[in-house]
C-alpha cells in the first residue's frame, strides 16, 4: 500500500512550485531526463472521466467495485523543451526504467526516448533507454510526487481539508452519480 499523501484542495496550500502533469501525446516523440530519485506508482481508479487515487481501505471507490489500475508517475525535463513536469508513464515504460536498475538505485539522471505510435492519444507507447546524463547535480530538484500529484487530484468544489472518511464517502456519492462536480478539473 502506498502512503496516502495529505490531501490540500485548495491553491497555494503549499510554497512549492506546481509541476504539470503530462501524457505523450498521440504521435509523441520526446526525449526525457528524469529529475525524480524514483518512481511513483499508486494505484488509481478511472472515474467520471479522470484519473483518481485509490485510498486503499478506505476507497470509496474500492467500495462502489470500481477498478484498480497501477500508474506510475516521474518528474522530468525534455532534453530540448527544459520545462520540469511530471510524466505519466504507461506500465511498459515504467517496467524498462525498473528492469536493470538495483534495489534502492535511483532513477535521477536516467535519459530515455519515448514515442506513441499511430493517431491515437490512447496508442501504445515504446520506449528506449539512453545513457545516463554525467551531472544529475544540475538538474532541478526532485519533485515530492505525491504531494504534487495530491494538488492535480484535487477536485474543486470540495470542502478544504477534507478528511480521509469524508473524501471516501464522497468518491462513492461519485461513483453512483458517475459525474464530476462542474468545477473539476480533468487530469
Not at 115 to 123: A, L, M, N, Q, V
Amino acid at each position: 500500500m502506498y502512503h496516502v499523501p495529505e490531501w490540500a484542495f485548495e491553491p497555494g496550500a503549499s510554497s512549492l512550485p506546481y509541476l504539470p502533469l503530462e501524457t505523450l501525446p498521440a504521435k509523441g516523440n520526446w526525449r526525457c531526463v528524469i529529475t525524480s530519485e524514483r518512481l511513483y506508482r499508486p494505484n488509481t481508479h478511472w472515474i467520471a472521466h479522470r484519473t483518481l487515487p485509490c485510498l486503499g481501505d478506505s476507497c470509496g471507490a474500492c467500495a462502489a467495485l470500481k477498478p484498480k489500475k497501477r500508474e506510475a508517475f516521474a518528474g522530468v525535463m525534455r532534453s530540448n523543451y527544459g520545462k520540469h513536469f511530471i510524466l505519466r508513464l504507461t506500465e511498459n515504460v515504467a517496467r524498462l526504467l525498473l528492469r536493470d536498475l538495483e534495489p534502492g538505485a535511483s532513477l535521477r539522471g536516467t535519459c530515455f526516448s519515448i514515442r506513441r505510435k499511430g493517431e491515437d492519444k490512447h496508442g501504445y507507447v515504446e520506449a528506449t533507454l539512453e545513457d545516463a546524463i554525467s551531472s544529475p547535480g544540475r538538474l532541478p530538484a526532485a519533485p515530492d510526487l505525491p504531494l504534487q500529484l495530491s494538488r492535480i487530484w484535487r477536485i474543486d468544489g470540495w470542502e478544504p481539508a477534507v478528511g480521509l472518511e469524508q473524501y471516501a464517502e464522497q468518491m462513492i456519492r461519485l461513483c453512483q452519480d458517475g459525474s464530476a462536480p462542474p468545477s473539476s478539473e480533468v487530469a
